[in-house]
């Protein structure tokens, strides 16, 4: 899963409601609101080569958070030094890479998919149909992807397959762009 991709899904699975995105020639920023109104700042690093995320670069991001007024923040990239994984636990800041993926809650990442799916079906039928010989999308194509995506969620979600949910996720959230 790419570095995109998960900034995705952590800001499906969080609710974040993005406020602000600014790309920079190294980084890219993400503002966003949780659902108390707290700020969150996601900085996702792609690197060029193999270069690792080092300490000064955990250090400019928790300064960017204490001055930005953030209240709590994710730094993104593929690799990270070992120092560098140690003082992102010393500034309470979440990272994430190629390898490592904060835990999160299954039914989080379940309800991120029905909202999701909720969406797609307003922007589509205009409301979210409860039955799907209702589904405008069904009267189409004899078949409601976004009802079936929701059911293959809900399976995944009762046997604990955490993986196939995260596709799910990813799948619908290529639906709704």
């Known amino acids: 899963m790419g570095m995109e991709n998960k900034t995705n899904l952590i800001i499906a699975v969080n609710g974040y409601k993005v406020v602000n995105k600014e790309k920079n020639a190294s980084f890219t920023d993400i503002a966003a609101l949780d659902n108390l109104n707290k700020k969150v700042l996601l900085r996702i690093i792609e690197p060029l080569g193999n270069e690792c995320i080092v300490v000064s670069d955990v250090l400019k991001m928790a300064e960017l958070i204490d001055h930005g007024r953030f209240d709590s923040g994710y730094l993104i990239s593929k690799r990270f030094t070992d ?71 809900k399976c995944h979600f009762e046997q604990g397959t955490i993986g196939l949910l995260k596709n799910d996720l990813m799948t619908a959230l290529a639906l709704s762009k």
């Open 83 to 153: 120092s560098a994984v140690h003082e992102t636990i010393k500034q309470k800041i979440k990272y994430v890479s190629h390898d490592y993926m904060p835990a999160f809650d299954i039914e989080k990442l379940y309800l991120a998919i029905v909202g999701c799916a909720n969406n797609q079906c307003q922007k589509k039928c205009g409301k979210v149909q409860l039955v799907i010989s209702d589904c405008s999308e069904k009267k189409l194509s004899d078949c409601c992807k976004t009802k079936a995506l929701v059911a293959r969620a």
